[in-house]
């Protein structure tokens, strides 16, 4: 009984990272964003336990979806791929792992097209890049990969899935798998490219 107040703290909490976006302030990444749409699905749920209950009809599992992630959705969208996506939010970063215990970036972009289309992508970001279809900015589509380097010359270093409206699903070292906006400073600042991996 005495843990009631905390729990319901921590539900207050990641209720508010729906709506704010905080800029930490740690060596390496001085301006990468920590969570700021994480879901409240995984706050009290276990690794590979997770059950969503997802509406049994298709638009109303479109509408669900799209709440969820936060984006417009056409309805013509893979709706695996959004479950997938959304199964894996509030999954903590671990570096080096694949699993919904930790993840790091190209660890859950792996696992997620394993899962949603069968297709096992190299391991690192770099690898990912030079084995897909370059897209324009303006022409990505929902599952495309979209690839983060800090500046002219330097290596591609982050990998997320590309959802829609400029929105994102990644695994940040700030805090975990996310959905986080192209439009954010630091997002926009070190986007490098698009690519599609081909899955016919």
Known sequence: MKN????????????L????????????????????????LSLFSDDDSKKLEVPANDSAA???YGQA???NLAHTENKTLLRTVLDWIGTPY???????????CSGFVTRVYQEVYGITLQRSSRSMFSSVKHVDKDAMETGDLVFFRRGPGQPIYHVGIYLKDGKFAHSACSGGVMVSSLKQE????N????GRVETN
């Open 4 to 15: 009631i107040p905390l729990y319901c703290l921590a539900a207050a909490s990641m209720a």
């Open 191 to 194: 986007f490098y490219a698009a």
């Open 69 to 71: 992630l936060g984006v």
């Open 186 to 189: 630091y997002y926009h600042r």
């Open 17 to 40: 990272s729906f709506f704010f976006e905080k800029t930490p302030s740690f060596s390496g990444s001085p301006s990468a964003p920590v969570a700021a749409e994480a879901s409240l």
């Open 94 to 104: 671990r570096y080096g792992s694949n699993s919904k215990k930790g993840t790091d």
């Open 62 to 64: 479109y509408d669900y």
